[in-house]
């Protein structure tokens, strides 16, 4: 069985156009076969994209396992100069078809291909995902705990998670090593806002 994160070259490429609706605008992605979720914006993705501070958000973005490009396009289209976005994934026609989208959508990101942080050398105000689950729990916990060492001292980790994937659990987990925020709950997913334990004390003292 082929999965969306494995580059699986007999997967017939069959590219299709879709429209995405964000916060009254519209969106062309080009998606294909063998990549996350192929005929539509994923609805993990579209809560994430919703519990987003938009008011807020700023500086250096890594949109973590960015499929066909669906969270960093729409951010840098609506917070413009105000972020410098990194897109990265390891499967390479997600990779490819991130770059044709952006192209698609006039805006300038930075999208490379990236076996969790292999070739990420930066820091970032926040990385966002909706995280490969099906990787297993190992991969998985490897993206979410090696998200603080990419992070700035004040740089926060956002992900969603659908409640039967072990949202719960998960939830229990990052609290080892993150302070943790409940952004969204809603009848399928969380969204949880990670930031660095250390900010607190700091903001204690
Ligand atoms: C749930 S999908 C989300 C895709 C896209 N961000 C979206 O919201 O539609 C997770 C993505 O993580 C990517 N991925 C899986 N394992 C990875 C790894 N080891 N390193 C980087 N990306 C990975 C997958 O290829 C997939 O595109």
Request: glycine content about 4%.
């Amino acid at each position: 069985m082929s999965h969306y994160f494995i580059n699986d070259n007999n997967i017939k490429s069959k590219e299709n156009i879709i429209k995405v609706c964000f916060k009254d605008k519209e969106y062309t992605f080009t998606v294909d076969n063998g990549v996350f979720s192929k005929n539509k914006l994923d609805l993990g993705t579209k809560t994430l994209l919703e519990a987003l501070d938009f008011n807020n958000i700023k500086g250096n973005i890594l949109d973590f396992g960015c499929g066909w490009g669906p969270i960093g396009i729409i951010i840098k289209n609506i917070k413009d100069k105000d972020v410098d976005i990194d897109m990265i994934d390891v499967n390479l026609r997600s990779i490819n078809l991130a770059i044709k989208n952006a192209k698609q959508n006039n805006v300038i990101v930075n999208i490379f291909e990236s076996n969790i942080y292999s070739n990420v050398s930066k820091k970032y105000d926040y990385i966002i995902t909706n995280p490969p689950i099906r990787v297993g729990k190992k991969i998985l916990y490897k993206i979410l705990f090696d998200a603080e060492k990419y992070l700035n001292p004040n740089g926060e980790l956002w992900l969603v998670i659908s409640k039967n994937q072990g949202a719960k659990s998960l939830y229990n987990d990052l609290l080892t090593n993150y302070n943790v925020d409940i952004v969204c709950k809603n009848k399928e997913f969380y969204v949880y806002r990670c930031f660095k334990r250390w900010q607190l004390i700091n903001t204690l003292v």
